[in-house]
């Protein structure tokens, strides 16, 4: 990776969602302005706030998407991620910086 580039493996859970009401939603459905979740896999050497292995949330429309060895990435700029998930405390679920 080079400079500021992220590479980012998509968050299965985010491709379909369900209603409250029990029905899947597919990933594909319009739904207004959606935000997505991913997991760095790889950064390039001037990424200062994000790092292999966290999970960062984005805009799917500001990303370019490649394929390695028969695996689907997305290719994003540092800028582009608007928040970065972590455990808190305790270790149970996301604490949310951005």
Do not use: C
Not at 57 to 84: I, P
């Amino acid at each position: 990776m080079l400079n500021d580039r992220l590479l980012v493996r998509l968050d299965a859970e985010s491709a379909e969602r369900r209603s409250a009401t029990g029905i899947v939603i597919p990933a594909s459905a319009e739904v207004g302005k959606r935000l997505s979740w991913g997991y760095v896999v790889a950064t390039g050497q001037h990424v200062r706030q994000v790092g292999v292995g966290d999970k960062v949330l984005f805009d799917s429309e500001d990303r370019a998407e490649v394929e390695l060895t028969g695996t689907a990435y997305l290719l994003l700029r540092e800028r582009d991620v608007h928040g970065v998930a972590q455990p808190d405390e305790t270790g149970q679920g996301p604490g949310l910086y951005l």
